[in-house]
């Protein structure tokens, strides 16, 4: 945790303009857009006005998931998405002094607070609807992220439904699930997010998974002059070319980057997303990236994997610190498909390589030869990636 | 006139195409609205 939210944020509004010659209005809401007559109508202090335009771009965003569940717009039920949300919880806590949280969802976001409730000395607890801990990684990966949470003391719940809340005086005291109640003075859902496109739908632009706006590569919706962009929007998967929906803020970013390239008279596609993601429990690095071996096969392609263990760095190092690889290739061609890795210090940012070798259509082979760096600081003359990539070839 | 675009939503995506399409073209008029206080943070 940062300990000043100014720190946070990148430009000011008055920034945007004297720097960049944007002109940027907080505190409007864009309440409807009119595609016929080219305007939105925009709700500030000062009333409602129209505003036209030759051209527009959503970025609505998204916003968090929060189920009907009777008792959840509680005082002390929390989601993270803003600055603000986190502020509202950092003030919470110092008005109340909890001393039992309760997340719920064990994602990136579920960890992440998680673990900083714990460090402020909170008793920690994380219910998970699933059988395993961070969803989007195989069971087995995610294994060595429930014992890095248990190292930390958060209690992990697994296969834990919750029902409702148990509410005293407006304030939560407990989460109710299927098996029981576990007691929380303070509960954080982390149950991802969904698009808000609520004012791309009335405006009859069309959607698509999760509700998503439906976007070409080049970022335009399927109604003249609208481009939309960031979590609003509908991605493809590179790998497998399907739809999917990632609300990530590098991609975000570089869809952001593109469309302005295209208002701006280039022609430049958005190449999609491989669902790359990376976080730390403790001292403990998770990243991913592509397919997993039951994603290929929900796609139709016949894919191997491999799981090695290996080390960070040489292992004469006091920090040394093992690390897992697995690795996911088709079967036909030996084209990597995406990878997985837990481990230590060093280890969690070596999914570059992996996303990169399946962003290039690399095969197994093709990694082996990868001359990566090496001297024992960093790692074994065989980056655990290669090594990986090895036992892979081995076995096609 | 120069053309004009209308950005709603000043988180990173927003801003991100806002800022890319005047520093090519900066005879563009662009304006982004935002519903929040805060525009562009790198959370």
């Known amino acids: ?9 990148a430009r000011t509004p008055e920034e ?14 864009v309440v409807q857009i009119d595609r016929s007559r080219q305007r ?18 959503i970025a609505t965003g998204s916003v968090p998931i929060v189920p009907a569940w009777p008792g959840v717009d509680s005082d002390g039920i929390f989601t993270v998405k803003t600055l603000e949300n986190g502020r509202a919880i950092r003030d919470y806590i110092e008005q109340y002094h909890p001393r039992h949280a309760v997340v719920v969802g064990a994602g990136y976001i579920g960890l992440e607070m998680a673990e900083n409730l714990r460090h402020l000395g909170i008793e920690t607890t994380i219910l998970e609807q699933n059988g395993q801990v961070m969803p989007t990684m195989d069971a087995d990966m995610a294994e060595f992220v429930s014992d890095a949470l248990k190292g930390l003391g958060v209690r992990v719940h697994l296969q834990e439904e919750v029902v409702g809340f148990e509410v005293y005086r407006g304030r939560v005291q407990a989460v109710q699930t299927r098996h029981g109640s576990v007691p929380g003075d303070l509960v954080v859902l982390g149950l991802g997010v969904r698009p808000q496109t609520t004012l791309a ?5 069309p959607l698509g998974v999760k509700n998503a706006i439906r976007v070409t590569p080049y970022l335009m ?18 790998v497998t070319g399907l739809p999917s929906y990632v609300a990530l803020a590098t991609v975000a970013n570089k869809q952001g980057r593109i469309a302005g390239m295209n208002l701006s008279g280039a022609s430049i596609a958005f190449p999609g997303v ?16 592509g397919l997993t071996l039951a994603e290929a096969s929900a796609a139709g392609i016949q894919a191997i994997e491999t799981r090695i263990q290996a080390e960070t760095k040489l292992g004469y190092f006091e920090d040394v610190s093992p690390m897992t690889v697995k690795i996911v290739a088709e ?5 990597i498909l995406g990878g997985q890795i837990v481990g230590g210090s060093g280890s969690g940012k070596r999914i570059d390589t992996i996303a990169t070798a399946v962003s290039a259509k690399m095969t197994a082979t093709q990694v082996v030869d990868l001359d990566l760096a090496y001297a024992p600081p960093f790692s074994d003359v065989w980056d655990p990636v290669q090594i990986a990539a090895r036992t892979l070839v081995s076995k096609i | 006139m120069s053309k004009r675009i209308v950005v709603i939503g000043g988180d990173g995506a927003g801003m991100s195409a806002a800022s890319q399409a005047k520093r090519r073209d900066p005879s563009l008029d662009i304006i982004a609205f935002e519903k929040g206080a805060i525009v562009s943070y790198s959370a």
């Open chain 1, 274 to 289: 491989l669902g790359t993601a990376i976080t730390r429990v403790g001292s403990t690095e998770v990243a991913r990236t």
């Open chain 1, 16 to 29: 945007f303009k004297s720097r960049l010659g944007i002109a940027v209005r907080t505190h409007h809401e």
């Open chain 1, 40 to 57: 939105v109508a925009v709700q500030g202090s000062g009333g409602t006005m129209w505003e036209s335009y030759d051209e527009l771009v």
């Open chain 1, 221 to 238: 919706t399927e109604v003249p002059h609208v481009w939309a962009v960031g979590d609003a929007t509908q991605t493809l998967h590179q």
């Open chain 1, 331 to 335: 079967v036909s061609s030996g084209r």
């Open chain 1, 201 to 205: 739908q009335e405006a009859g632009i």
């Open chain 1, 1 to 9: 945790m940062v300990d000043n939210t100014e720190e946070l944020i």
